[in-house]
C-alpha cells in the first residue's frame, strides 16, 4: 500500500514540476510551485519523517511560496505572461537537463549503499540533538543546512528578479 502510495505522490511532484516549469503565467507556476512543495511535504510524511515534512510545509510551502506569491500580486501584474522561449534555448536547457540527471543517476548507481545491521541507539537529549545538527562527519547535517541556504538565497534572487518591473 505503500508503494502505491509513493508512486502517487512522485506522480504528483514530477507532473507539477513540469507544470510549474512549462507554465508562462507567472501566478500558475507560483502555485503549481506551492503544490510541489507540499506534494514533498507529504512524501517525507510517507517516509515517517515527521520533523523534516513539518519543516517542508512551514519554510518552504508556507513561506517561500507566500512569499513569491504576494511578491507578485503585490509589484507585478497578476496577467503577466513570460515570453515564449526560442527552440534553441529549449533545446540548450533540455540537454543540461538530461545530462545532470544522467549524472545523478550515475553517482547513485556507483555509490556503495551499506546497510545497518542494528539501528543506532541515540539518546534525545539537546545536546546529542546539537551535535547530530552541527556535525559535518557521519550522520551531521551541517552540509545540508548549507545547501538550504544556498537554495533560499536563489529563491528570493529569483522572486526580486521575476516581480521587478522593467523600466520602459
Not at 507567472?26 to 507529504?42: E, Q
Not at 512524501?43 to 512569499?67: D, P, R, S
Request: net charge positive.
Amino acid at each position: 500500500m505503500n508503494v502505491i502510495f509513493f508512486y502517487i505522490i512522485a506522480a504528483a511532484i514530477l507532473g507539477f514540476s513540469i507544470l510549474s516549469v512549462t507554465s508562462r503565467k507567472i501566478l500558475r507556476a507560483a502555485t503549481f510551485l506551492l503544490f510541489v512543495l507540499i506534494s514533498t511535504a507529504a512524501l517525507y510524511f510517507l517516509l515517517q519523517v515527521h520533523f523534516l515534512a513539518a519543516v517542508q510545509l512551514m519554510v518552504y510551502a508556507g513561506g517561500i511560496a507566500v512569499l513569491i506569491i504576494f511578491s507578485i500580486l503585490l509589484t507585478s501584474n497578476v496577467d503577466f505572461t513570460f515570453e515564449k522561449i526560442d527552440w534553441k534555448k529549449q533545446l540548450f536547457s533540455g540537454l543540461l537537463a538530461l545530462g545532470g540527471a544522467a549524472i545523478t543517476i550515475l553517482t547513485l548507481l556507483q555509490f556503495n549503499f551499506k546497510a545497518l545491521i542494528q539501528p543506532q541507539t541515540v539518546t534525545p537529549d539537546i545536546r546529542s540533538f546539537g551535535r547530530a545538527f552541527l556535525s559535518y562527519g557521519d550522520g551531521g547535517f551541517v552540509l545540508p543546512f548549507e545547501v538550504i541556504t544556498v537554495l533560499l538565497l536563489a529563491a528570493m534572487v529569483a522572486a526580486i528578479m521575476v516581480a521587478k518591473k522593467s523600466k520602459q
